[in-house]
DNA sequence: GCGATCATTATTATCGATATTGATTTTCTG
DNA sequence: CAGAAAATCAATATCGATAATAATGATCGC
């Protein structure tokens, strides 16, 4: 586990807003989706808190979010424990997020991102540096930050939660895996990448830029997490890159 | 706005664990649903805590919980409002739960309800109960809950977070809603209809099931918030209940 | 010896007080 | 009188201590 405590607010390396709960459920977020926290271990209060150098009100709330997002389970008097991973959970989200990011994509074909370009250069500018630092931790944010951003960018904001939670559980499986070699993966998932994407999306016709978007998705799983790709299966792929689905119409 | 103040434990009405902080967040939610509390208000932590019983601590873990659900938003040092609902929010959302609604059936169609089936008739009789005793918002927390546990024994976990969200604000539409008499409402989403749904469920084939889920909804909408049926539209009954079109195959 | 009942323990849940923050108003200074 | 700096204010965010809870182990009557 990450053993650093939490400076006063403002010195925090990312969430410059500073709150000491954003940074104490940061760092347990990491610690889960490496898997320095592994399943199943059991959470305190108390010994976080000490940990974090917070007060348990602090770290209680911070463990109250990450069981809304499903990496911690609380049972009410008795403890927190990190949830369990399965293949075919991960596999479910998988294809839940291919179907969203393709409708994503295929809205950013027909109407571009509008107002949004400029946090998303700022988030890509922001993934090269993170990547140039070897902030493997920090490229998974920002990576979930640029999805989501598009997704938003997109018209689709109550999709985001959906979106957010799929894409974290993946992260959870390719960043907490065995599979690849530590030195390989931090190779992956640059900035430089993510901008061509973003380039082939909005200059293409809407199913090519869906295809384009699921290609994506399966490049990434192909280089960090083989299995789930495999058990994803191709069929889910190409029906998320074939046609509409998702929630209709309206923004 | 509801003025009763948390006893301690124990003898709250639902929520039979007891904990005060779910006490707190069940009025909020109820006074936001049932429009007490309109969007744009604004809610202090201090306010409510007096309001509540509870301290400030323990109205702010609620607030949380209200926020991850969308219905409130938290400033950063500068309060929490009541969101807005507006009518293309709501129309995605109903699409949304079509699709997943639909899909559901399909599943239980073909698999049951398993060792679901005693928790889900207790879920029945609690709301014959609650409608007997014309507890409106007792009746909507327990339907929620009925179409969460046929999503979770159609083996779609993941997929509860967002149906979840998608009945909630849905319910704040039409619960909140001025199109519909009061008493008139209070006839409506009753155990047996329930009942007779899910018998049509498991006894059809699974595009008949699905069929009748929407066909559900839809009388939902009818009776308590034509609009929203009309903006919703025809079409997207009838797109959810065609083909399946999320998640694949997998538990 | 044996089951029921009562301490013990480990942990969360709640509280009341204090520190921090962002906005607003006031005060100073040129 | 305008504009910056300082004081004030209304709120959250955090803390340290205490109460409530569930599980476990000890005790007692028989």
Redesign the interface.
Known sequence: MSTQALQHASTGRDSL?G?KVDRAGEILRDDILFRRLSPGTQLTEQALAARLGCSQ?TV??AL??LA?EGLVERR?YRGTVVTETTL??A???V??RL?IEAEVARRLAQSGLSDAAEAIDTLLADMDTAHDAGDLSRCSDLDRAFHLGLCRAAG?P??C??LG?AALHMHRFTLGGVEVPRAFREEAGVGHEHRALLNTVLGSAPNAAARAMTEHVATVLRRWAPSLLAA??DQ?FDAAGAAA????T??
Chains 1, 2 share one sequence.
């Open positions: 807003g709150l009100g209680r709330e109250l979010r809304e009410s075919s959970e596999t479910a989200l294809r839940m179907d689709l109550l999709l939660p959906v939670r994803v299966g889910a689905s998702i929630g209709g309206e923004a």
